[in-house]
């Protein structure tokens, strides 16, 4: 079920523009939010499940880093875009602020 709702949020962001409101990306995001949690927790599950008794705290282990890296990765990747977004947008208003005081 988990992964038929992040398919269906992705079908879904599909249509997103820089028009939509913030309840279309609000609603889609609680689809997404809601088959990530519902597929996670199955993945993990299943992972501890074939992993040997022996070696259940080294998999844990894994498994937790893995899932730290991917968080750090995602919100550095995420800043990233989101700075030299502002970055550009920062520049377009200063011309457009100095366009605006030459023309009075």
């Known amino acids: ?6 398919c269906i949020s992705c079908y879904l962001n599909s249509s997103l523009t820089q028009n939509s409101l ?3 990306i609000i609603l889609r995001l609680i689809v ?3 088959g990530t949690g519902l597929s996670i927790a199955t993945l993990i ?3 501890m499940a074939n992993v040997p008794v ?7 282990g894994i498994n937790n880093m893995t899932r730290t890296l991917g968080t ?9 875009i989101f700075t030299s977004n502002i970055t550009i947008q920062m520049s377009d208003a200063k011309e457009s602020v100095v366009q605006t005081i030459q023309n009075k």
Do not use: E, P, R, Y
Request: charged letters at 5%; a neutral charge.
């Open 22 to 24: 913030n309840i279309d």
């Open 45 to 47: 599950a299943s992972t």
């Open 32 to 34: 997404a939010g809601s």
């Open 72 to 80: 750090i990765l995602g919100v550095t990747l995420f800043l990233t």
């Open 54 to 60: 022996g070696k259940i705290g080294i998999a844990s």
């Open 1 to 6: 079920m988990g992964i038929l709702l992040l």
